[in-house]
């Protein structure tokens, strides 16, 4: 992906329907700071102070795991015990339909009540406010003067729009800065690894490498480039495109999958080799974690990079136009999104407590149904059966299974062990992943109004922070793309 143009810029004004009166509203505010041109002399001023504070106030990292209060981990010790494997996998299996599914079949399909409101007036004010920081920073995000200011400017309308409690801005800005370097370093690494990676692919790695630098705060670790972390990030949408190729026989598929299982519990040194580029390049991959993370010493990484493959091997009846029933694609949704999560978990501990699975496991289900909402026009076009296009073919709307999902990631479940207000940046980013992960919901919603029920298009309106035919284009995640790999964030 590059980056937007100014055309771009105003191009997306278009599509999310600002006027010339809107145009009129911010080349007002530019007058105004021409008129107290003087005030921002005082500003100048000021600079160096605050880069001083924003330099030098580093986080307090926590020497917590990611569930501090079971950092023995006593729980995961059985789970890796001489039953190996398949114990893992079954009590894997056990906890998603105990822990997951038993929450995702009770949450009603209505959107909750008690989600944030949001009015008009504020909707129209919160739209102002992201399209004049994107103005800001379009033209003055290249001044280290106004870098800084830009930054903070930005935090503070991240925070209002998704209503996130407070947490020190020093602290967050200092971990997005590592963030933004790791995520720069990643795209660099996947340019050199395979450069066939569409912006697709390279945007899904790049977001579960975001959720693997949260990990590593909440691990108390350095946020950084990992090499084993860098390979697991490559390998999950090289081998998830892989596999949902539908020009790829189901044959074919199974033959891989049958050939990946064995270079993950046996070594690639063990099996046989890779028949062609993608599979030499899984090898490659699989090779660098089990470089970092040893079989003997950490069994449940590997154990937990098989369960992915395992689920993947169900995933292939979802393809080539299959029919499936709903028990079987929640099942497959929970394993598949559970232990994509578990294994980046895996990755940056080398073991994980049970309140630890708990947790990945439940937010991996609502990530996967996130994903499959996202995907849900390209799915039903090639065939693929999800739980949403499965409500497509039987003629229905989208609005239960929306509404289900808000339930789903509303749930405290979805926050683990967590204080919101409590100020520390590890509950900060508990909380900012789940208000995230509700409004990209809300924007593949606005996306597929098609879909829905014009009670339901008004109900989640009045949730929205942004007006859902305006919501509809801001694709929020490849824009914070786009910005962080330009160096600005």
């Not at 390979?231 to 090289?238: D, K, T, V």
């Not at 470089?291 to 091997?313: D, M």
């Not at 922070?465 to 801001?474: E, G, S």
């Amino acid at each position: 992906m590059t980056r937007m143009s100014d055309d771009g810029f105003f191009e997306w004004n278009s599509r999310i329907g600002i006027d010339t009166d809107d145009l009129g509203v911010y080349m007002l505010h530019w007058c105004l700071l021409a008129g107290f041109f003087p005030i921002l002399i005082v500003y100048g001023l000021a600079l160096p102070l605050l880069w001083l504070s924003v330099k030098f106030h580093r986080p307090q990292q926590s020497s917590s795991a990611l569930c501090p209060r079971h950092q023995d981990s006593l729980g995961s010790q059985a789970a890796c015990n001489a039953n190996g494997f398949d114990q893992f996998y079954r009590s894997l299996s056990e906890d998603c339909e105990r822990n997951c599914l038993s929450f995702w079949r009770s949450c009603p399909p209505v959107v909750p009540h008690h989600l944030d409101g949001f009015s008009t007036k504020e909707q129209a004010a919160n739209l102002r406010a992201v399209v004049f920081w994107h103005y800001l920073h379009l033209w003055f995000g290249s001044l280290p003067g106004f870098r800084d200011l830009l930054r903070v400017k930005g935090f503070q309308v991240w925070s209002s729009v998704l209503r996130i409690p407070f947490c020190d801005v020093a602290v967050v800005l200092d971990f997005f800065d590592s963030m933004a370097l790791t995520t720069r370093t990643f795209v660099k690494s996947a340019e050199t690894v395979e450069c066939s990676f569409n912006a697709a692919s390279v945007l899904g790695a790049v977001r579960l490498l975001w959720f693997c630098c949260a990990l590593q705060c909440f691990a108390g670790q350095r946020i950084g480039p990992d090499r084993a972390l860098t390979a697991y990030c490559l390998i999950y949408p090289l081998t998830d495109n892989y596999l949902d190729d539908p020009d790829m026989s189901r044959e074919k598929k199974k033959r891989f999958n049958k050939q990946l299982e064995a270079w993950i519990r046996k070594g690639t040194d063990n099996a046989d080799s890779p028949e062609d580029r993608t599979e030499a390049l899984v090898c490659t991959m699989l090779d660098a974690m089990a470089e970092a993370w040893p079989r003997g010493p950490y069994p449940q990484v590997h154990y937990s990079l098989n369960a992915i493959h395992t689920a993947q091997t169900l995933s292939v009846d979802q393809t080539g136009g299959s029919q499936c029933s709903e028990s079987f694609l929640e099942q497959v949704s929970a394993m598949k999104g559970g232990a994509s999560l578990v294994a980046a978990g895996c990755l940056v501990k080398g073991e994980l407590s049970p309140e630890d699975l708990q947790w990945l496991q439940y937010l991996g289900l609502g990530f996967q149904l996130l994903d499959d909402l996202q995907d849900l026009r390209s799915d039903h076009e090639e065939g693929r059966c999800t739980l949403f296009t499965l409500r497509v073919q039987e003629g229905g709307t989208m609005d239960g299974r929306i509404g289900q999902l808000l339930q789903y990631i509303a749930h405290p479940q979805a926050l683990g062990l967590c204080s919101p207000d409590s100020g520390d940046l590890s509950d900060y980013l508990k909380v900012a992943i789940a208000r995230l992960t509700t409004f990209l919901v809300l924007e593949a919603a606005a996306q597929l109004q098609e879909f829905l029920s014009p009670e339901c298009r008004r109900v989640l309106e009045e949730v929205s922070p942004v007006a859902l035919n305006r919501l509809k284009d801001f694709r929020f995640e490849s824009r914070l793309y786009d910005i962080v790999c330009a160096a600005k964030l």
